[in-house]
């Protein structure tokens, strides 16, 4: 007795096309997702040009900004010279470091890792610590000494993660443990100099090591912006390998991914971004942390979608906790350090809590 199919001969393909077009609405509200996050980013970096301590209307300054001559001449200083670099390099040390957290992240499978938690941020305080305190430095030049110091030891102790992913094959959580031994280690070097320090280079290095973009001008954002632009291309061609690699390195693997080659590069880019942004700007911590699980919470896994998120996310965080350090204490900035710590610490606790109960 012959038993007749009850599917009919064209659902398979029906069911293909249903999944399609399910797929395509997914992608298509992801990309409107990023578009608005590319939004708020531009209304976080106008807000941030809009505050400050100087008399300048928020029309003032989008006459300013688009017919400069109809300022007068203190103003335009104001504007071109003081709000504009801070605006723009907000935005470029959050999306850089959001980036950077993003990737590694995804590399070493942890989601509670970033520049800041693995010890970068307290090797670049070291390196600008050696330059405040003993006036030592890997160049000559007195206005670069201080960033340059700062960049050489951040990007010395990620390729020190580098090396150490090379060698003998050592696992991502190897690699995490690593990274907080540099970071202890730099703290307690950059403590012993400040105990030998004299009052006014304490002073510089403990407002260094809070983070601030005081001291953002064209050359220092020209310099961010190209390590950005060169960094991200190379980290979306890389997506679809980063999203696998997120299912696992086995699975990864099995897909014909060179897990090794992957890491490999990523550290470079995380070397790179993190040590620039940190060079210029001093410690801001938690931005790597919280602008990719934000993200993820947004739109998902794909990183695709997920690092243009990130990126978008970290650069719309720090342009508000620019606002906030000009806002919070009337005539006073507050170091943006500060602000990011306080709107990270919680999230960083919220994920270990999570993360001790297998939620993520």
């Given at each position: 007795?012959?038993?007749?199919?009850?599917?009919?001969?064209?659902?398979?393909?029906?069911?293909?096309?249903?999944?399609?077009?399910?797929?395509?609405?997914?992608?298509?509200?992801?990309?409107?997702?990023?578009?608005?996050?590319?939004?708020?980013?531009?209304?976080?970096?106008?807000?941030?040009?809009?505050?400050?301590?100087?008399?300048?209307?928020?029309?003032?300054?989008?006459?300013?900004?688009?017919?400069?001559?109809?300022?007068?001449?203190?103003?335009?200083?104001?504007?071109?010279?003081?709000?504009?670099?801070?605006?723009?390099?907000?935005?470029?040390?959050?999306?850089?470091?959001?980036?950077?957290?993003?990737?590694?992240?995804?590399?070493?499978?942890?989601?509670?890792?970033?520049?800041?938690?693995?010890?970068?941020?307290?090797?670049?305080?070291?390196?600008?610590?050696l330059a405040i305190v003993l006036d030592w430095g890997v160049i000559g030049s007195a206005a670069?000494?201080?960033?340059?110091?700062?960049?050489?030891?951040?990007?010395?102790?990620?390729?020190?993660?580098?090396?150490?992913?090379?060698?003998?094959?050592?696992?991502?959580?190897?690699?995490?443990?690593?990274?907080?031994?540099?970071?202890?280690?730099?703290?307690?070097?950059?403590?012993?100099?400040?105990?030998?320090?004299?009052?006014?280079?304490?002073?510089?290095?403990?407002?260094?090591?809070?983070?601030?973009?005081?001291?953002?001008?064209?050359?220092?954002?020209?310099?961010?912006?190209?390590?950005?632009?060169?960094?991200?291309?190379?980290?979306?061609?890389?997506?679809?390998?980063?999203?696998?690699?997120?299912?696992?390195?086995?699975?990864?693997?099995?897909?014909?991914?060179?897990?090794?080659?992957?890491?490999?590069?990523?550290?470079?880019?995380?070397?790179?971004?993190?040590?620039?942004?940190?060079?210029?700007?001093?410690?801001?911590?938690?931005?790597?942390?919280?602008?990719?699980?934000?993200?993820?919470?947004?739109?998902?896994?794909?990183?695709?979608?997920?690092?243009?998120?990130?990126?978008?996310?970290?650069?719309?965080?720090?342009?508000?906790?620019?606002v906030a350090s000009k806002t919070l204490i009337p005539g006073i900035t507050v170091p943006i350090g500060i602000v990011t710590a306080l709107v990270g610490l919680p999230v960083f606790m919220a994920?270990?809590?999570?993360?001790?109960?297998?939620?993520?």
């Amino acid at each position: 007795m012959q038993i007749e199919s009850t599917t009919p001969a064209n659902a398979e393909p029906d069911i293909i096309h249903m999944r399609w077009t399910q797929h395509r609405r997914i992608v298509r509200r992801r990309s409107w997702t990023v578009a608005l996050l590319a939004l708020l980013a531009l209304v976080a970096a106008l807000i941030d040009l809009f505050s400050g301590s100087a008399a300048l209307s928020p029309l003032q300054v989008v006459h300013g900004l688009w017919s400069p001559d109809s300022l007068t001449v203190p103003m335009q200083v104001v504007l071109w010279q003081v709000r504009l670099p801070v605006a723009l390099m907000a935005l470029l040390v959050g999306g850089a470091l959001a980036l950077a957290g993003t990737e590694m992240q995804t590399i070493l499978n942890n989601p509670l890792a970033e520049p800041f938690t693995l010890g970068v941020s307290s090797s670049a305080a070291l390196g600008a610590a050696l330059a405040i305190v003993l006036d030592w430095g890997v160049i000559g030049s007195a206005a670069w000494l201080v960033p340059a110091n700062a960049f050489v030891f951040a990007l010395v102790s990620l390729m020190l993660l580098q090396f150490l992913a090379q060698w003998r094959g050592a696992q991502a959580q190897t690699l995490v443990l690593f990274g907080i031994a540099i970071g202890f280690s730099a703290h307690a070097l950059l403590s012993l100099l400040q105990f030998m320090a004299s009052e006014e280079a304490l002073q510089q290095l403990v407002f260094w090591s809070m983070g601030s973009l005081a001291r953002a001008d064209w050359h220092s954002v020209a310099i961010l912006a190209t390590v950005l632009a060169v960094t991200l291309p190379f980290s979306w061609r890389a997506s679809s390998q980063l999203t696998a690699l997120r299912l696992g390195e086995e699975r990864a693997r099995s897909f014909g991914i060179n897990v090794t080659t992957l890491r490999h590069w990523a550290l470079v880019r995380i070397s790179l971004l993190a040590a620039t942004a940190v060079a210029f700007v001093g410690t801001v911590g938690f931005v790597g942390l919280v602008a990719p699980h934000v993200a993820r919470m947004i739109v998902g896994d794909g990183h695709r979608h997920l690092l243009p998120a990130s990126v978008l996310i970290g650069a719309a965080l720090v342009a508000l906790a620019s606002v906030a350090s000009k806002t919070l204490i009337p005539g006073i900035t507050v170091p943006i350090g500060i602000v990011t710590a306080l709107v990270g610490l919680p999230v960083f606790m919220a994920l270990i809590l999570r993360r001790s109960r297998g939620q993520i």
